[in-house]
């Protein structure tokens, strides 16, 4: 009897031994700002073997992923991909939304109590403080009792600190200087290694080069024509090839239109595995890595253009040289690399309706709009404090004096908006704070965006293929549509079998797929679930 229960602690022990071996050395998160599902189709057959073409070949992709809540920006899109919930949980509805309290706008990652670390600009007075529940990375770093090492990157603020969390590193570029920066926030000085990244100055290295088309122009096929009415002028010049950066080069926010900003990421990121020795102590590291300018470039040209076209098949070659340094350095299935994006991006409009398409631009001034009729009904009075992100914010105080009735007031505003052209979908905010977490259609989307404490009064969708603008070039996006929600999930790596699923699943699902891998807690206030095909062997 004893000896069966040595066999047995043994075999539970060797059990438990196994599965921490198999625990990656290192997680690597990529988002790819503003990127479709569909460009990992149209532009395959000019990727190469080693980038994107290598993660779908021997990893796992997951062909129906989408954001699950409305609205699609860059700030709610890296929060709900850490911390496996949506801008209703975590707070974070936007990338700046109106602040009740404050009275004003807020951007989603400003904090006047900290400064900058890296340069004399203000871009560092940054922090997390407004998200409001942990992320995966937050999760990794508390299991190991802050061991485990975290860096986020990215060329944005937001694409840095969101995934780095609470307690992680984030650096992203200062527009002002050409460094890359962090805040008081995470440290008092810059690390070694992103000083000496600094000091090489590749920032003024790019602007002084030229972009051109990797390949012969004419064998873009999966584009349209360089010269494009729908794309937006680059500065007083037509938006054509070839773009001489050095015309400008002290120009450092620039940089972020043109794929140069994407070399100058990767390059960090892989300063970074260098310099903090990532998957090389005992317990999992964890390097997350936006890159920006695929968003900045298609928001200028659109996403039919030449320009984004060759803006993929670079980063490409940017992700090949990231698994390849990652091999080296860590060891072929010694680490784990996800990657997706952090919304997609509509047509632009005025290519939708010059092909006969439904869309249009929504060019009402809604704030003053509902001001009048709220006027109309409750008599004179600043009724509407702010409109923002789709959202009408009354004056509450004055409504508080006036008796006005809340409930009364929101239904009448929402059945208003619904008389003008473009609008899909108009809610008074009680009934979508009523709504179940699960709903479906735009309602369950509104609901899964809706946070009690930030959010408006009435939301309302636009119709597809609509946004609010006047300029009828370039593109945006924030919408409830599949063009703006679905996006790319490919997994790689450590652990990951090779395989591809047409199932629907949430980017929300990312997080907690990352917790059952690592054994460790989901993030706080999670609402994903484990990717159970990517996970069953």
């Known amino acids: 009897m004893k000896k069966l229960l040595l066999l047995v602690l043994f075999i539970n022990l060797a059990v438990i031994a196994e599965s921490q071996a198999q625990k990656p050395k290192l997680v690597v998160g990529v988002i790819v700002d503003q990127m479709r599902q569909e460009y990992l189709v149209r532009f395959q057959p000019r990727f190469g073997e080693e980038g994107f073409n290598r993660m779908m070949r021997e990893g796992y992709v997951l062909k129906n992923a989408h954001f699950n809540y409305v609205p699609t920006y860059t700030a709610p899109g890296h929060a709900s991909v850490y911390t496996g919930s949506t801008p209703g949980v975590h707070g974070i509805i936007g990338n700046n939304w109106y602040n009740k309290e404050l009275k004003r706008m807020v951007y989603c990652t400003d904090d006047e109590r900290e400064s900058t670390v890296g340069s004399l600009s203000s871009k560092g007075e940054m922090s997390p403080h407004y998200l409001l529940s942990t992320t995966i990375t937050d999760e990794l770093r508390l299991f190991t009792k802050r061991r485990s090492k975290v860096v986020g990157v990215s060329i944005k603020d937001r694409g840095a600190i969101f995934p780095a969390g609470h307690l992680g590193q984030a650096y992203w570029y200062d527009k002002e200087t050409g460094d890359f920066i962090t805040s008081t926030y995470y440290r008092e000085k810059l690390p070694p290694w992103v000083s000496q990244f600094n000091s090489k100055k590749r920032a003024n290295y790019y602007l002084s080069k030229t972009w051109e088309p990797l390949y012969d122009i004419n064998t873009y096929t999966a584009s349209d024509s360089d010269r494009s009415k729908y794309e937006m002028p680059v500065g007083d010049r037509e938006a054509v090839f070839p773009y001489d950066l050095s015309q400008n080069k002290e120009d450092y926010e620039s940089l972020a239109t043109t794929p140069f900003g994407n070399d100058i990421l990767a390059e960090l990121a892989m300063a970074a595995i260098e310099g903090e020795e990532l998957g090389r102590g005992d317990d999992t590291d964890f390097l997350a890595v936006s890159f920006s300018s695929t968003d900045y470039i298609g928001h200028h040209f659109g996403p039919n253009s030449i320009e984004l076209e060759d803006t993929y098949l670079r980063l490409d070659k940017n992700l090949a040289e990231l698994i390849s340094m990652l091999d080296r350095k860590v060891g072929k299935g010694n680490y784990v690399l996800f990657l997706t994006a ?55 105080k004055l409504m508080l004096e006036r008796k006005v009735p809340l409930h009364e007031a929101q239904e009448f505003v929402a059945d208003y908006i619904m008389q003008f052209d473009g609008i899909a979908e108009s809610y008074p905010a009680y009934v979508i704070n009523w709504m179940d977490y699960g709903t479906q259609g735009i309602k369950g989307l509104l609901a899964r965006g809706y946070h009690q404490k930030r959010s408006g009064d009435v939301l309302f969708s636009l119709q597809p293929g609509w946004f609010i603008g006047w300029d009828k070039t370039g593109t945006t996006h924030h919408s409830a549509f599949t063009y ?46 484990p990717i159970l095909e990517l996970l069953q062997k």
């Open 342 to 396: 952090d919304h997609a991006v509509a047509e632009v409009p005025q290519y939708l309706i010059d092909n006969k398409v439904p869309a249009g631009y929504f060019t009402e001034n809604i704030k003053e709009k509902v001001r009048e009729a709220l006027t109309s009904k409750y008599g004179e009075g600043d009724w509407v404090e702010n409109f923002s992100n789709l959202q009408v914010f009354f004056n509450r």
């Open 484 to 529: 703006d929600t679905h996006v790319p999930m490919l997994w790689y790596g450590a652990g990951v079998k090779k395989g591809e699923s047409y199932q629907y699943h949430p980017v929300t699902d990312i997080a907690p797929t990352l917790s059952m891998m690592l054994g460790i807690k989901l993030p706080s206030a999670a609402t994903g679930q």
